[in-house]
């Protein structure tokens, strides 16, 4: 009996908690991280369970894999962890002005999302961000936690709460060129990751997109990735960004075919083509003076699109009399003016 009550003063314990309770691996591979990272969090912050088994391994009920589960949320907001942790443990002191932590709480619980904070962040990361937003940091963490929930709400309420323009080019691709720097210095590491934020990305933006706007005369504007260019995600930031403010636009995706393309652009006479190349190894200037030279219309009125070089494919390879537009806002007014024309 003594020894009974040795082992609870202890804080050991000879049956784990609850039915199912998870080891410290099996709520590592919950989370998304390494299992040193669990220890870590147990150690610094008091976030993990009272006490051991005989053998002296965690077990971890679902009230604490939920203290977990918070903090997570939190730090994918960019919370400092252990402000993130003093809020999953419920030790917010009481009458205070609202912290950045209560806004991502906020931001990411159910219900209407709230603003997410609009200062900038220089809090280490592993990642190589730099002085960006907040909303920035947060969607890099999520990406790298591969939490989709949290993914999407911060993407959406960035767009919600900037704009399109400013979310792509302050939150969004700085997040996505940091995870590709990653996965650069890495060898084949973060793979994954990259790929689970583009494709989240991809999905944000066709929700954001309103619905495809009716063709107008002289004000179609042509979309595509030049042959052997894969990388769409920035002309479809493009399509939802002409889609807002009420430009029809007919996107081709990745790698268009030579034939297929001035096919397009015979079949639509539009007013624009942007071509879209990230490496230089796909930019083809003999490709863009081609689509340049396209006419259509009747004996006398005949017309040519403007073609629009697009992407860092085309640094150094301008074409002469054809416009390169640098990043979304420049390229999003170069088809405005056109359009108006």
């Not at 991280?33 to 976030?47: E, K």
């Not at 900038?120 to 999520?142: I, Y």
């Not at 990751?193 to 042509?222: I, M, N, Y």
């Not at 494919?313 to 301008?318: D, E, F, K």
């Amino acid at each position: 009996m003594s020894g009974h009550a040795n082992d609870a003063d202890r804080g050991h314990l000879r049956e784990p908690r609850e039915s199912g309770a998870l080891s410290t691996g099996e709520v590592a591979r919950r989370l998304g991280v390494a299992p040193t990272t669990v220890r870590s969090w147990d150690r610094r912050y008091g976030l993990g369970p009272p006490g051991h088994t005989d053998g002296g391994h965690r077990r971890w009920t679902s009230v604490d894999v939920a203290r977990l589960e918070r903090m997570c949320a939190l730090a994918a907001t960019g919370v400092p962890p252990a402000e993130a942790a003093r809020q999953a443990r419920g030790e917010a002191p009481p009458d205070r002005q609202p912290s950045p932590a209560d806004e991502a709480r906020a931001a990411t619980a159910p219900g209407p999302a709230a603003p997410l904070h609009r200062g900038r962040s220089k809090a280490g990361s592993g990642l190589r961000l730099g002085d960006v937003r907040r909303e920035c940091r947060g969607v890099a963490h999520a990406a790298l936690r591969l939490d989709a929930p949290a993914l999407d709400a911060l993407m959406a309420v960035a767009i919600e709460e900037h704009g399109l323009v400013t979310a792509w080019s302050e939150v969004i691709m700085p997040a996505l060129q940091a995870v590709g720097s990653k996965w650069e210095g890495s060898g084949e590491g973060y793979v994954e990751v990259e790929h689970f934020l583009s494709w989240h990305v991809s999905g944000a933006l066709r929700r954001h997109a309103p619905p495809a706007v009716a063709d107008r005369a002289g004000a179609v504007t042509v979309l595509a990735c030049v042959p052997g260019e894969h990388h769409t995600l920035p002309l479809e930031v493009l399509v939802a960004a002409l889609a807002e403010r009420g430009l029809p636009v007919r996107m081709f995706g990745g790698a268009l075919p030579v034939e297929s393309l001035v096919s397009a652009v015979r079949r639509t006479g539009p007013a624009a083509v942007g071509l879209w190349a990230q490496s230089r190894g796909t930019a083809s200037r003999p490709l863009a003076q081609h689509v340049a030279a396209m006419e259509w219309g009747v004996r006398g009125a005949r017309r040519n699109p403007v073609v629009l070089t697009l992407g860092p494919g085309w640094a150094g390879r301008s074409v002469p009399g054809l416009p390169h537009p640098h990043g979304l806002a420049e390229a999003v007014a170069a088809v405005e003016d056109i359009a108006g024309r």
